[in-house]
């Protein structure tokens, strides 16, 4: 069983534009241990990013952000993906959707799912979702997650999507219990 991270819409306008937290920014440290562990031990590292365009449906209630080939749907530069990394963009709230990100999983027979990013309580939460229904067992990383709306989130993943909830600081450990090591 292999193993892979997500990165979720880590990019300048949640993190320094126009849909920035406070939390959003306190999460980078832990995320960059995140993928560094990861790249360490040479498991997958994919980034997926939001890249709209004016017809998107979430335009309607978010108003413009991560505009495709704008400075805010670019991956912040202290996350940025190293060679070889894929990075694919969504229009939707979920990773899944329209995106080949199952089919980029599947041909790396990837079985388990490790997340982090923004938002735990939208586009963390439908792509976590859709890889429940995939049939991933997935890995949300506390530490590096922040929630927008709903900041108890982690019950939620937990009770309806079987989800494990660590830290940035267990990712190697749990790796290793996974065989990925």
């Avoid at 694919?88 to 599947?106: A, M, P, Q, V």
Wanted: with cysteine.
């Amino acid at each position: 069983m292999k193993s892979a991270l997500i990165v979720v819409d880590m990019l300048n306008d949640f993190i320094y534009g126009t849909l920035r937290t406070p939390e959003a920014a306190a999460i980078v440290p832990s995320a960059r241990k995140a993928i560094e562990t990861f790249r360490g031990t040479h498991n997958d590292v994919i980034y997926v990013s939001d890249s709209h365009v004016g017809s998107d449906v979430e335009m309607k209630l978010w108003g413009e952000h991560a505009m495709k080939g704008t400075w805010g749907s670019r991956i912040i530069d202290d996350l940025k993906p190293a060679e070889g990394e894929v990075v694919i963009e969504k229009h939707f709230y979920s990773g899944f959707r329209e995106t080949g990100l199952n089919e980029s999983l599947s041909s790396r027979e990837i079985n388990n799912i490790f997340l982090l990013g923004l938002d735990a309580d939208i586009c963390v939460r439908h792509t976590t979702a859709d890889a429940f229904y995939i049939g991933f067992q997935t890995y949300i990383v506390r530490d590096a997650v922040a929630a927008r709306i709903q900041k108890d989130w982690e019950n939620y993943f937990t009770v309806v999507y079987g989800s494990k909830i660590i830290n940035a600081d267990q990712i190697g450990d749990e790796l290793e219990r996974l065989g990925k090591l």
